[in-house]
């Protein structure tokens, strides 16, 4: 039966989009909804701080219910520029009171880099989500981020991880390499087809006039309207097979008396499936996408613990410097204060005639070194205040906290004892927990995930490709054609034979688009077949060498990773041995101490019966001074050695109580415990020297001229 709504194309193209609409939403992927993540508020103001949330965006939107939600775009919130409230409590009277374990903990919160480093770990998740579609990857960035001046860090070498700063990197394939490593071929291989489903379409409608120049044309100009509506279906599958589906859809309608049928109904469809058998055969070419992608997210937990251990470290060693600084600032003071006693003392006996002019002179300049060195003091306090106050802060905009005094709240603690661990057990700790060799054997595991597909590049291109389909056609016959009775020619007398016709219109002279799309698999018009492609590329150079690169860049990590072990073993080594040097330091600068107070204290009472001279005196104090700094820099070497060696063993964060959910949210719910550290009110306070007042005789000398 004729359809007579869809005569024209415009109907006809209208319909069809319709339909095709409806049904086309049974042919997209099963895929879990991922809720829109909101912007936070970055208000000063908050009670609490936001935790950071790291989103899951490994997983797409969900088609359904929403059919256009896989094509909206995924807001990301912006980021807090203000600091956490937790700064902001450590401020006492326009200073920053500040312990070793407020510092890290602030650091956890408020850290730039760490701050950077968080958002790596989410774009490792939208490989995974491209991979899982049969994209390659785009690759992420493995660096830790040392931004952050101030502190030392140790490391491999001058550089810890791998990359300039921990942003996103290049696509994968890029020729690239760190300390003479080069991964140049990592996913290379066989081409993956989309394991998303790609439909198209292609919705024309033309009108088309044409000029007769023909005697035999039956009219001078040919008027043809065409409507093409046609559609395709594209997905791969990680075995290596792909399935294809065509349908075609056409309209035509004509004023050229000799066309049989006007309007003209024209469907095809065609299904196709294509296996590969050599190259591309099976999930390791297929899924080659997916498993390093899932192992750069893996990595990517691991460089993050990476860079809190690094931040920590920095932090404490910042600390330490701090505390160095604030100590020496003392020391100094202490050495201009003795100066300027000696220098008023000097005074009043040169006044009295029992010292010589030239004393005063020489105190004088002994008070300006003095106070030269306590100039360079403070500037440098001030110069380690502020870049803690960088290093722990977001911003430095509010006016509290930028003219803010740090006062470092806590002191070293040296233990008694030192703990004696076995160096073997220290460096077993360290091959088992340090995140670079972790990081460089999941990069060796993702090379060799990358040269399964290599070698099967190296295979002929061997194809089996099995399709079914039909074709089916509809419309009208024209009605200026008369049927022909019997015993007429068609061609001769110019009429329609309905016996000679296609078998749609042998028994109707109209057909609608309904009956056209039932022939289409009712085998009217079947069309079916088999068969394979093959592609050979003689001598097969370009893949020998891309498969000999990649074995030879698989055995360059090979050699990268030992090379990475026996740094660690010696690194755990040299930081065992630079605490007992520290603290064999330690001992000899406390005894340089000592003998420099006693050195002092004798030749003050020397001074005070008047056998010695304050030149003598100030001699004495210069030493101690000097032996006073050298004990608070050794101090300070022995606690950064400390930390360099939990470090070197991969145990800083578990030996500090750093809780690694809490680094990752940036909020701290668990204090850290740093160990060997003391608060200022319980140390031993050091002894600060006092110049004793030398006796005055009632009729002093006149001195010679």
Not at 424 to 435: E, G, K, M, W, Y
Not at 693 to 699: I, K, L, S, Y
Request: aromatic content about 6%.
């Amino acid at each position: 039966m004729s359809l007579p709504c869809l005569k024209s194309p415009e109907r006809f193209l209208a319909a069809l989009t319709i339909a095709v609409t409806l049904v086309s939403g049974t042919w997209a992927q099963d895929s879990q909804s991922n809720p829109m993540p909101q912007a936070p508020s970055a208000t000063r103001s908050a009670a609490a701080p936001k935790p950071f949330k790291v989103e899951d965006y490994a997983k797409p939107h969900s088609p359904f219910p929403n059919l256009i939600a896989p094509y909206t775009s995924r807001q990301v919130p912006a980021p807090n520029l203000s600091n956490t409230p937790r700064i902001e409590s450590m401020l006492q009277d326009g200073k920053l009171m500040l312990s070793m374990n407020d510092a890290i903990a602030i650091a956890l919160e408020n850290n730039m880099d760490i701050a950077i480093q968080r958002y790596n770990m989410s774009i490792a998740d939208t490989d995974i989500l491209r991979t899982k579609a049969g994209a390659t990857f785009l690759g992420t960035n493995f660096g830790v981020v040392q931004n952050t001046p101030g502190g030392t860090t140790g490391g491999l070498g001058s550089t810890v991880g791998t990359g300039p700063g921990g942003t996103s990197a290049g696509a994968a394939g890029a020729g690239a390499g760190l300390g003479g490593i080069v991964s140049s071929t990592l996913g290379l291989g066989p081409a993956v087809t989309s394991f998303d489903p790609i439909l198209s379409a292609n919705l024309q409608i033309d009108r088309n006039y044409t000029q007769s120049s023909s005697i035999f044309s039956p009219i001078p100009i040919g008027n043809t309207n065409t409507g093409s509506a046609n559609f395709s279906y594209l997905q791969g599958f990680q075995w290596g097979s792909n399935i294809s589906l065509g349908f075609n859809n056409t309209h035509v309608t004509s004023n050229n008396p000799t066309n049989t049928y006007t309007p003209f109904l024209a469907s095809t469809l065609q299904f196709r499936l294509t296996q590969h058998l050599l190259q591309g055969f099976g999930f390791a070419p297929n899924r080659r996408f997916i498993q390093i992608a899932k192992t750069n997210r893996e990595i990517s937990d691991v460089v993050f613990r990476l860079q809190v251990t690094t931040t920590v470290d920095q932090i404490q060693n910042m600390y330490w410097d701090l505390v160095n600084a604030y100590e020496n600032v003392k020391v100094q003071q202490d050495a201009l204060a003795l100066a300027n006693k000696t220098l008023s003392d000097n005074k009043k006996q040169v006044e009295i005639g029992t010292l010589a002019p030239i004393e005063v002179v020489r105190a004088e300049s002994t008070v300006a070194t003095d106070q030269q060195q306590l100039t360079v003091a403070q500037t440098n306090l001030e110069l380690q205040q502020l870049l803690m106050k960088n290093a722990l802060s977001r911003t430095l905009v509010d006016p509290a906290l930028a003219d803010a005094d740090v006062i470092p709240t806590d002191t070293m603690l040296l233990p008694e004892v030192e703990p004696v661990v076995p160096t073997q057990d220290l460096v077993d700790s360290a091959l088992s927990r340090r995140p670079e060799l972790a990081e460089a054997r999941m990069n060796l595991h993702n090379t060799a995930i990358s040269n399964k597909a290599i070698r099967n590049n190296l295979l002929p291109s061997l194809d089996l490709f099995a399709y079914y389909g039909g074709s089916g056609i509809g419309g009208d016959v024209n009605p200026i054609l008369q049927t022909c009775q019997p015993g007429q020619n068609p061609i001769s007398n110019f009429c329609f034979d309905p016996t000679r016709a296609a078998p749609p219109f042998r028994t109707a002279h109209s057909v609608g688009y309904s009956n056209a799309l039932s022939q289409l698999v009712n085998s009217s018009a079947p069309d079916k077949g088999v068969g394979v492609t093959l592609s050979i590329p003689i001598r097969n150079r370009v893949a020998q060498a891309l498969q000999i690169r990649s074995e030879l860049e698989y055995r360059q990590e090979q050699m990268r990773l030992q090379q990475i072990e026996n740094q660690i073993r010696i690194e755990v080594r040299n930081a065992q041995f630079a605490v007992q040097q520290n603290r064999a330091g330690v001992a000899a600068a406390q005894a340089a101490v000592d003998l420099a107070q006693q050195s002092l204290e004798a030749e003050q009472k020397k001074y005070a019966l008047g056998a010695s001279t304050s030149t003598l005196v100030l001699q004495q104090s210069s030493a101690l001074t000097q032996s006073r700094s050298n004990l608070v820099g050794a101090r300070a070497s022995y606690e950064k050695a400390r930390v360099e060696l939990d470090r070197a063993t991969g145990q800083l964060l578990e030996h500090n109580g750093i809780d690694l959910s809490d680094a990752e949210s940036g909020v701290v719910n668990k204090m850290p415990n740093v160990p060997y550290v003391q608060p200022r009110s319980q140390a031993k306070p050091d002894v600060v020297p006092q110049l004793p007042t030398q006796t005055v005789p009632e009729n002093p000398p006149q001195p010679q001229n």
